[in-house]
């Protein structure tokens, strides 16, 4: 027998294996679980490493379903997160800070991840609020799906005039002077706010792979272990995807990734897909980083964008042809893949599409699977189910659940999405983010949602009998996900044979009050067996902090999403009690009402 490579006692272990469901000791050998609870039986070599986890917590690794991890790695060093943030004066603090350590030509970003319901003062900052925390740097700031702000300085960037036409499908907000204010609003797509956001300066190649390679530590200090990449707008491959191959070329990788391919070009679709097939297949490459299949975007016809501050938009007549081609060349040549699917009338549509094809291009056995699907109905996940389908679900209705409140009222959020119904049903479920330009990357967030209900503005929105227990949460997050990436029986669980990804908690995830969920973070995060991310009493452990690059980078300051246990993050004597929760139904602040309701908009073009 060989010796063992690492062995862990003294912990609390979940396994997620009904045969074992708890233990104390995990024993790896060669990057994977060899046993439980049975160490003595191990071999102990001079290099044998024996970890005592003084009682913590310990769970499988975390599998992010759904995460735009490969270009949000390309970015993640020039942006300001406000991930967390619990007040919207520390948030502007933190671009005023941000601004003066900015050299021209860069921009301060913060690129999605919060919601205003967040923040103490329940509402956006104004523009004259960014414009007097930054008069001379350039700021964009990404709110969900609906709206970027900018500060006058971007507006000069950006060469938005009163002579600039609103672009298709977006549009510039003015003043009665026809000046642009800084406010764009996407409607019906966000187009605007990503081309915007492509207008500024990108990082050198060099600075480009320690962004990539802080972003996964980032993600490993919350516990993710693996990422199912879900592609997006203005990610070409093989381009954009250059620098996580040298990554895993030069054996930096400290996440493993399935990647999508995402169509970049409307009326071109089919070309995009049939030019990739010919040099990638999927499931090349190896459990660190392999190809996972086509999608999420498909053809730009079928993207039924979300932004509940707007109208559920009309999908084009042209939408059953366009997608039908493309999604008969993946399924005949044996592509699995994965479609964005909000609304259940846009559900409805793709389903005809996917059984006509069916019927002579089998979809059985290709784990194809939807993204979001908040209004899907029972009906249309019987359909999926009968076609071999899964489903994606993310915790967006955290970020905007108040919205939808107010625009389809109180019962129709309690099935949004209907998780229960999902798994009474038998379908594949897999939990994620969506991050990063929507929604946070903290897994945690995401499992505080799935089994609170509740909103990040405390709005509870699910009944008890529609939220998730801790534990089936967290399969979803673990076992759930592999079925997306054809993972099954490999990584997921902490069982003997399986790879050893797992995560020792800060505290236990059992047992915190609901509201500490969304605190938690990991204190040792193992990849294959090696320490990927250590702190605390387990640092020695870790494989050694990274230089951040360039040295203007917001990450010398603010490191990620905010800890909440970060005493200098916090203005001096300044109170960051949480506002009482919005009542159940209750109105937007008046201010953002009537700021959407002076402002009316089409275009085919799409990027998430």
């Not at 599409?353 to 109905?377: M, Q």
């Not at 799935?450 to 009998?465: D, Q």
């Amino acid at each position: 027998m060989k010796p063992a490579d690492l062995i862990l006692s003294n912990g609390r272990v979940t396994t997620l294996d009904p045969q074992h469901p708890e233990a104390r000791e995990v024993v790896v050998v060669g990057g994977r679980i060899a046993g439980l609870d049975n160490a003595s039986e191990f071999r102990r070599g001079p290099d044998t490493k024996v970890v005592d986890l003084g009682g913590r917590r310990v769970i499988p690794g975390l599998n992010d379903s759904h995460l735009h991890v490969i270009r949000g790695g390309l970015n993640y060093n020039m942006e300001l997160r406000w991930e967390g943030v619990p007040s919207l004066s520390l948030a502007l603090r933190m671009v005023r800070e941000q601004a003066a350590r900015t050299p021209p030509p860069q921009w301060v970003r913060v690129v999605g991840g919060f919601s205003e319901f967040q923040f103490a003062e329940r509402r956006l900052p104004t523009l004259d609020e960014l414009n007097a925390a930054a008069p001379d740097t350039p700021v964009f700031i990404l709110h969900l799906y609906g709206q970027a702000l900018l500060n006058r300085a971007a507006l000069r960037a950006c060469g938005y005039t009163r002579e600039t036409p609103d672009p298709p499908g977006g549009e510039i907000a003015r003043d009665r002077a026809g000046n642009p204010t800084g406010l764009l609003i996407a409607r019906p797509n966000a187009t605007i706010l990503y081309a915007t956001l492509a207008k500024g300066p990108k990082l050198p190649p060099e600075y480009q792979l320690n962004s990539t390679r802080h972003f996964m530590r980032e993600l490993n200090r919350l516990g993710v272990t693996s990422v199912c990449d879900a592609g997006g707008g203005f990610q070409r491959y093989p381009e954009d995807y250059e620098i996580i191959q040298e990554l895993h070329e030069r054996g930096e990788m400290t996440l493993r990734i399935a990647y999508n391919l995402f169509t970049q070009k409307a009326g071109a679709e089919l070309e995009d897909f049939v030019r990739w097939s010919k040099v990638i297949k999927p499931g090349e490459g190896d459990d660190l980083l392999r190809c996972n299949g086509a999608g999420e975007m498909l053809v730009f016809s079928a993207a039924d964008f979300e932004d509940f501050l707007e109208p559920r938009p009309d999908l084009p007549e042209t939408l059953e042809a366009e997608l039908e081609r493309v999604v008969r060349f993946l399924a005949e040549n044996r592509w699995p893949f994965r479609l964005h699917a909000t609304y259940d009338e846009s559900i409805a549509r793709f389903l005809d599409v996917f059984e006509k094809v069916d019927r002579e291009a089998p979809l059985g056995g290709l784990h194809w699977f939807f993204d979001h699907c908040e209004t899907i109905s029972d009906r249309n996940m019987e359909r999926v189910s009968a076609l071999g389908g899964g489903i994606a679900v993310q915790h967006r209705m955290a970020f905007q659940g108040e919205y939808f409140v107010e625009r389809y009222g109180a019962r129709a959020a309690e099935r949004t999405p209907p998780i229960r119904r999902m798994l009474e049903l038998g379908i594949p479920v897999g939990a994620g983010t969506d991050a990063t330009r929507v929604a946070s990357y903290n897994p945690f967030v995401a499992l505080y949602w799935m089994t609170t209900g509740k909103t990040l503005g405390g709005l509870s929105l699910y009944p008890e009998t529609s939220r998730l227990t801790r534990e089936e949460a967290l399969r979803l997050y673990t076992q759930g996900s592999t079925w997306m990436s054809r993972d099954e029986g490999t990584r997921g669980t902490i069982a003997a044979g399986q790879l050893a990804d797992l995560a020792v908690l800060s505290d236990d995830y059992f047992r915190v009050p609901d509201e500490e969920i969304q605190s938690l973070e990991s204190v040792l995060t193992i990849l294959g067996g090696k320490p990927v991310y250590a702190a605390g009493d387990f640092k020695p452990l870790d494989p050694g902090d990274l230089p951040v690059m360039p040295d203007w980078s917001p990450l010398h300051r603010h490191p990620g999403a905010w800890r909440r246990s970060s005493a200098d993050h916090a203005p001096a004597g300044q109170a960051l009690a949480r506002a009482p929760a919005l009542r159940r139904g209750a109105a937007l602040p008046r201010w953002l009402s009537e700021l959407r309701g002076l402002l009316d908009g089409g275009c085919e073009c799409f990027a998430f």
